[in-house]
């Protein structure tokens, strides 16, 4: 018989999510990092989840956040993808290395993106070795179709810190 978690990560390796961009700030301090588990968790009211690995810097200036942003790729914005989930911000300022703006709150908001939304953090979910982050949506902008660019396409991307 085979061992359910092997299967289970057979099963979602094969799986096409959409990947987006999560950015941050507190205290002074800006990060973001590439992110794969997220999803619309409710409806009325609407929210979102995002999770962060605990290892990641992102973690823990979000911990410190109010607000977070989230940005959908597009198949144009693999470079983008590949600065935010290869380099690591304990390392490397990447919003030195892309366009940006401040959003509310001091928020980054990445400019070219398909679409992104500041959200209010209304909860943290505990989720194992990543953290969860419940956002209220307060801002956003679409400029495009919103389909993204998921993980098949990203695979190849090496982590800033291992998983």
């Known amino acids: ?10 099963l ?10 999560v950015t941050a700030e507190a205290e002074g301090t800006r990060a973001g990092c590439l992110v794969g588990f997220a999803t619309q968790c409710s409806i009325r009211p609407v929210r979102f989840v995002v999770y962060l690995s605990e290892k990641n810097h992102t973690c823990g200036v979000a911990r410190r956040a109010g607000f977070l942003g989230v940005h959908v790729l597009g198949p144009d914005d693999r470079a ?3 600065l935010f989930g ?15 703006r401040p959003g509310a709150e001091g928020v980054p908001i990445l400019d070219g993106c398909r679409g992104w939304f ?7 979910v505990e989720g194992g070795d990543h953290q969860g982050f419940v956002l209220e949506p307060i801002d956003a902008a679409l400029a495009g179709d919103p389909g993204g660019l998921g993980f098949q ?6 982590p800033g810190h291992e998983a």
């Open 1 to 10: 018989m085979d061992d359910p978690e092997a299967v289970f990560h057979r």
């Open 80 to 82: 983008l993808a590949e």
């Open 86 to 100: 290869h380099e690591t911000g304990d390392r490397v300022d990447k919003f030195a290395r892309c366009r940006w």
């Open 153 to 158: 396409s990203l695979k190849g991307i090496e």
């Open 118 to 124: 500041l959200g209010r953090i209304t909860g943290r």
């Open 12 to 21: 979602v390796a094969g799986l096409d999510y959409p990947m987006f961009i």
